[in-house]
């Protein structure tokens, strides 16, 4: 069985969720607690397993697989059905856009490490640490949602099933939404988004739904 290191509010760790309940892969949480002032990341055993002290990362039968593009690219190789990804190549390449912007662009700047840093080294505020959170949301959703103003209507970013775009931008949506960001400019992603988190995958995969998040 695959084991998958996790902790319950990394939207990066979400991703992978996502992905291993949309192919119906069985798999065991391992939770890693990234909160600072925790920083179990940072600690033995997960350090050696993961110098980068990051989450997720994903073991398997060959090794362990960190950074979530990377074993979503994985995922969808080994277990191809359902793809994430459309068998049209300029299709796919507009999903790869759609993905790389999220992974790549909004979420390091907005990764818990930059956040605490922010506050640690340059003494920002809570309330300046959101306004830079929300700054980059709001740049990287206008970009999205100017990529897809000519999309077809469809119930899923790219089609009538979820690709890789859902599979990133409903976590990313779930940070947004966190910080209190203003989400009326980009009624695409807030649609597509509120479709996707019906999906029985996605409910599975939703941080309040995983065994290390906080008991109310």
Known sequence: MLR????????????????LNLKGVAYESVPVNIMPGVD??????????????????????RGIITQSLSILVWLDQTYPKPSLMPADP????????????????????????????LKLEFSASEEHVGEWYRHWIKLGFAALEHMVANNPDTPYAFGDEPTLADVMLVPQMANARRFKTDLS???????????????????????????????S
């Open 185 to 215: 400019p980009f009624p695409r992603l807030v649609a597509w988004d509120e479709n996707a988190r019906k999906h029985p995958a996605f409910i599975k995969a939703a941080p309040e739904n995983q065994k290390d998040a906080p008991k």
């Open 40 to 61: 179990e990341q940072m600690r033995e055993p997960y350090r050696s397993l993961n110098p980068q002290m990051r989450v997720p990362a994903l073991e398997t039968e």
């Open 90 to 117: 300029w299709l796919g390449a507009q999903v790869r856009s759609f993905a790389t912007t999220i992974a790549t662009d909004i979420h390091p700047l907005n990764n818990t490490s930059v956040l605490t840093r």
């Open 4 to 19: 998958l290191y996790d902790y319950w509010r990394s939207s990066a760790a979400y991703r992978v969720r996502i992905g």
